[in-house]
């Protein structure tokens, strides 16, 4: 079985940091893309920023020289480092990841597409 785990999200004033971290739990040999998503009440998720294991990133332009995607291929592991936070950038923030994973029984590895239970960051104006 394999999850992601979040954590970092909390409650911070308009112009402070958070950081968020993400890890890939379980049999996996690979990891291909690793992003962050949110999704803001009302409103469709959308992409935040993502990683590919090359490590060429993508932005959001809204998030563009705010935020920064790292990721610590060895621990299976991205990060979301965010500054000058805004109100409008509360949201509920979820990880995704494209990987392959091992599987029992002797079959063949497979590709999945993974998301965390989402983390809650609130911007106060």
């Known amino acids: 079985q394999v999850q992601l785990s979040e954590s970092g999200g909390g409650l911070v004033q308009a112009g402070g940091s958070l950081r968020l971290s993400c890890s890939a739990l379980?049999?996996?040999?690979?990891?291909?893309?690793m992003g962050w998503y949110r999704q803001a009440p009302g409103k469709q998720r959308e992409l935040v920023a993502l990683?590919?294991?090359?490590?060429?990133?993508n932005y959001a332009d809204s998030v563009k020289g705010r935020f920064t995607i790292s990721r610590d291929n060895a621990k299976n592991a991205a990060y979301l480092q965010m500054n000058s936070l805004q109100p409008e950038d509360t949201a509920v923030y979820y990880c995704?990841?494209?990987?392959?994973?091992?599987?029992?029984?002797?079959?063949?590895?497979?590709?999945?597409?993974?998301w965390g239970q989402g983390t809650l960051v609130t911007v106060s104006s």
């Open positions: 995704n990841a494209n990987l392959i994973y091992k599987r029992d029984y002797g079959l063949v590895p497979a590709h999945l597409e993974v």
């Open positions: 990683t590919t294991s090359g490590g060429s990133t």
């Open positions: 379980g049999s996996i040999l690979s990891i291909h893309v």
